[in-house]
């Protein structure tokens, strides 16, 4: 199945300007963990809801996050698959990088959408989606120091 198929879509992002607040209460109205970060439509980094409380809250206190500009706390490398992809390939990537979401963009890289782990399981395999999880969470268990 193709990854279009079973991406949740539309894209819900922010810019490198907005603020965490604004960032924050755009997850919440959307019941979303992540948003891309868009400069032209063209994604140039992601932010998560981990991202906001490690980054900005545990580093600067609540007071002064709310303001920070998301450009100031994103990931800049956006793991990232395609609209035309094969779902179970972009589950592999998952495992691989240890991510439980994925950015998708189309072959000119636009974003097109944002496929989960959730969405692989409601809409692929819930077997595919558990072995995703498990390579996900096997890998992060392994990094640990003892």
Known sequence: MLVRKVMSSPVISVTSETTIRDAAERMRENDVGALPVLQDGRPIGIVTDRDIVMRALAATGFALALDTRIGDIITRKVISCFVDQDAADAAALMGEKRIR?????????????????????????EELAGQTLGEICEARARDMPD
């Open 101 to 125: 979401r994925l950015l998708v963009i189309d072959r000119s890289g636009a974003a097109s959408g944002i496929l989960s782990i959730g969405d692989i399981a409601e809409h692929v395999s």
